[in-house]
C-alpha cells in the first residue's frame, strides 16, 4: 500500500501565518479570506476528509523522570473512538514526546486505520518527521526513524503541529497517566476526567465538519 504523507507543519499554507492550528486550517479555506492561498478549499477539503485524528501529548516530570502518554483517537466528525494512557519513564520529555508519536502511529496500525492525521504539540518532532530538519537528540531520531518505518503501512499520514490548547483531553489524559498508581490504561468510551474537553473540542470540529459539507455542495470555491 503506498503512503501519501503530507505536510501542514507549523505555516498556514493557505495564508503563510506561523503556528497555526488544524482548526484554523479548516477555518482559512472555508471562510475564504486566506489572500495568499496555495490550495482551494476543494483540495483542502479532500486533505482532510474520511481522515482519523490521533492526537498524543506528554506530560514529563524532569526530577523523578516519571512521564505520562495521552493518547486520544477521533473520527473526521471530531466524535471519539478510543484512548490510551501510557505511564513511562524517560531521561527527558524530548525522548518522552517522540515515544508519544511511535506508540500513536503503532496503535492506528494496530487499529487498521488507513488515512490518519496525527497532531502533537512537540513542534522541533513534527518539523523533523515531515522536512528531516531540526536538532534534536540522537535518542529521538533513532524513535522517529521506528515511527518513518511504519508509516507505508497507512493509506494516508498527515503529521500536524498543534497548540496545547487545542489539545486539552489529550493533555488530562497524559497527566493521568504520569500520575496514575495503576500503570497505563485503555478506554472504548471516554473517561470521566476528559468529557467537559472532549465535549468542548468535539462541538468546534462538529461545526467545521458542517461548514466544509456545505462548501461541498454549493462548490462555492
Not at 24 to 38: G, I, R, Y
Not at 90 to 112: F, P
Not at 159 to 169: A, K, L
Request: glycine share 4%.
Amino acid at each position: 500500500m503506498n503512503s501519501t504523507i503530507s505536510s501542514m507543519n507549523s505555516c498556514c499554507p493557505f495564508c503563510l501565518n506561523v503556528e497555526e492550528t488544524l482548526k484554523h486550517l479548516c477555518k482559512k479555506v472555508f471562510d475564504q479570506n486566506c489572500p495568499t492561498s496555495t490550495q482551494t478549499g476543494s483540495e483542502a477539503i479532500a486533505m482532510i476528509a474520511n481522515q482519523n485524528r490521533v492526537l498524543y501529548h506528554v506530560s514529563h516530570q524532569v526530577q523523578s523522570g516519571n512521564s505520562g502518554i495521552g493518547i486520544l483517537i477521533r473520527d473526521n466528525a471530531g466524535h471519539f473512538r478510543a484512548a490510551k494512557c501510557i505511564q513511562l519513564r524517560t531521561d527527558s520529555s524530548e525522548q518522552a514526546e517522540g515515544l508519544a508519536i511511535l506508540a500513536a502511529v503503532e496503535w492506528a496500525k494496530d487499529l487498521k486505520l488507513s488515512k490518519v492525521c496525527f497532531e502533537s504539540d512537540a513542534k522541533n518532532l513534527i518539523d523533523f518527521i515531515n522536512d528531516g530538519k531540526g536538532v534534536i537528540e540522537w535518542t529521538s531520531r533513532n524513535i522517529l526513524k521506528d515511527c518513518k518505518s511504519i508509516i507505508p503501512f497507512f493509506e494516508s499520514a498527515v503529521f500536524v503541529f498543534t497548540h496545547r490548547d487545542s489539545n486539552r483531553p489529550a493533555d488530562s489524559l497524559a497527566k493521568a497517566a504520569r500520575l496514575s498508581n495503576n500503570g497505563s490504561a485503555s478506554f472504548e468510551s471516554p473517561p470521566s476526567f476528559i468529557f467537559d474537553a472532549l465535549t468542548t473540542d468535539e462541538t468546534s470540529c462538529v461545526n467545521i465538519t458542517a461548514l466544509s459539507s456545505d462548501n461541498v455542495a454549493t462548490d462555492s470555491f
